[in-house]
């Protein structure tokens, strides 16, 4: 079995090698040949061919191109901070749907709604709502090496924390926008309860003080707590934060 040499012919050229005679191959040209059997005539491609060819190379170009800017996405959100929460404190508060903001003690109620509020006590019913304003802080804002982002709450699934004591869940009714500029946001948060659900231990003084301690003259949200998971929308969707986070009054978490 005699086997020919390997050579070049020149730019362009290489010489194949086999059983068959050796016969020049030309990788710039379109002409195609055959081992043995040189072809003069170029060997079109085939209308059924080309219409294979043309739809494959542009998925691959736009595969190329999703996953460039897939890669891009995923970079930015790694390098996005989570949102930031304080309680900012707690207005409209209503017991038993009256308006307590401006009174600071059980003396302060009229006859006829301290009548009322302990006849709902020995009902077993003490219902309360008010709104809780939530600070949100976006700290992508472009300084410190991240990247000017807006970040979109979508959710803010919580728990409502009284001197500790779990009681409802609530959540936003609609996403929010923060933007990337550092400055506070509000949210606001309606809540409502019956507090002998909670708090059924207590006797019918220190439920009246309580509801005065968040909603009354002295209004203050530090008795009271958020136990919160939030959600923001990125362009690869949805984000859950895996931890969740209690927000308080004292500080951005």
Known sequence: MNFGRHETAGPGFTFAFGIEPLVPVD?????HYKVGNPVDEEEPLSHHTRRFIVPVALA??????????????????????????KLSGVHDFRLLGLDISGKSALS???ALDALKAVEAYRAKKLPVEF??????????????GTTKTASTLTALECRLLIDNRPTVVGNIDKPI?????????????RLSLDL????????????????LAIGGKSRSAMRISLDAQPTVSTPLGPITYPNRVTIVSTEFR
């Open 27 to 31: 990788i710039s040209s379109p002409r």
């Open 60 to 85: 691959g170009i736009l595969l190329l191109q999703s996953c460039a800017t897939f890669d891009q996405l995923a970079s930015v959100i790694a390098t996005l901070k989570k949102l930031q929460f």
């Open 108 to 110: 302060d109620f009229s």
């Open 131 to 144: 709104v809780v304003d939530v600070l949100a802080v976006n700290p992508n804002d472009g300084t410190g």
């Open 177 to 189: 926008e923060i933007p990337g500029t550092g400055q506070e946001s509000v949210i606001p948060l």
């Open 196 to 211: 002998l659900e909670f708090f059924g231990d207590k006797r019918y003084e220190d439920l009246i003080q309580l509801a």
